[in-house]
């Protein structure tokens, strides 16, 4: 899949919602855009100060939540109720069913965060709920968020996915082995910077399935994911 820039994803806008969405979701639907493998969902969300996502559904999905800026408050019908922040990640596995509300709990700050969908290796598992704290790392080696190992480390996804982040300085670079058999999908969450040479700013995504070593560079303090998944 070519890189597909910020401006060039899908937008919803309402009055208390701003998302902007790098493959087909909800009222965008395009047919090269539909999801990159077993990727299915990223949505780049900015929350009003007091809104959010009333109760709603959802089933058979593996539901990551990553804050840019703010904290999202989250309850669900299994009894979970929590605020995320800053350097927390949630992991919602809704398996067979579950419903849920997100709201933005600031009376004057914006949520910023993005929204990951990942099609679960298994239907109809028993769905459960997962938030973590993570170190801020600041030798921009790649940090392990997510992975399908149950770990009291990182959170535990029900798919062959590895979901890695880097913590840039202006002017690191950083390198990734791609292995045969895998694909890849890159998110510039922040900042800006350079994959091979191809130039990425905030918001843009490049999907990968040619093995190899990659090398990462930045312009700018940048932070970026890293979706290491099943190839065909």
């Not at 929350?47 to 009333?54: E, K, L, R």
């Not at 009376?107 to 679960?120: N, S, V, Y």
């Amino acid at each position: 899949m070519p890189l597909i820039k910020a401006l060039d994803r899908g937008r919803t806008q309402t009055n208390w919602l701003d998302s902007r969405h790098t493959f087909s979701f909800g009222n965008y639907q395009n047919p090269a855009r539909r999801g990159f493998g077993c990727l299915k969902v990223i949505n780049d969300d900015q929350i009003a100060p007091g809104a959010g996502f009333p109760t709603h559904p959802h089933a058979n999905m593996e539901i990551i939540t990553y804050i840019l800026a703010g904290e999202i408050a989250h309850q669900d019908s299994l009894g979970h109720g929590s605020v995320t922040r800053r350097h927390e990640l949630q992991r919602m596995s809704a398996g067979t069913g579950i419903s849920h509300s997100e709201f933005n709990p600031s009376d004057e700050d914006p949520t910023h965060l993005l929204q990951i969908w990942i099609r679960p290796a298994e239907r109809n598992l028993s769905p459960s709920y997962e938030q973590k704290c993570f170190d801020v790392l600041s030798d921009g080696r790649w940090q392990l968020l997510a992975s399908p190992a149950e770990s009291t480390e990182t959170l535990q996804i029900h798919q062959d996915v590895n979901v890695y982040r880097g913590l840039l300085q202006a002017g690191q670079s950083q390198t990734y082995s791609l292995r045969p058999e895998r694909r890849l999908w890159v998110h510039m969450a922040l900042g800006k910077g350079a994959l091979d040479g191809q130039a990425l700013a905030e918001g843009d995504g490049l999907g990968l399935e040619s093995p190899g070593t990659l090398t990462f560079s930045t312009f700018e303090q940048a932070e970026i994911l890293l979706f290491d998944l099943p190839g065909l």
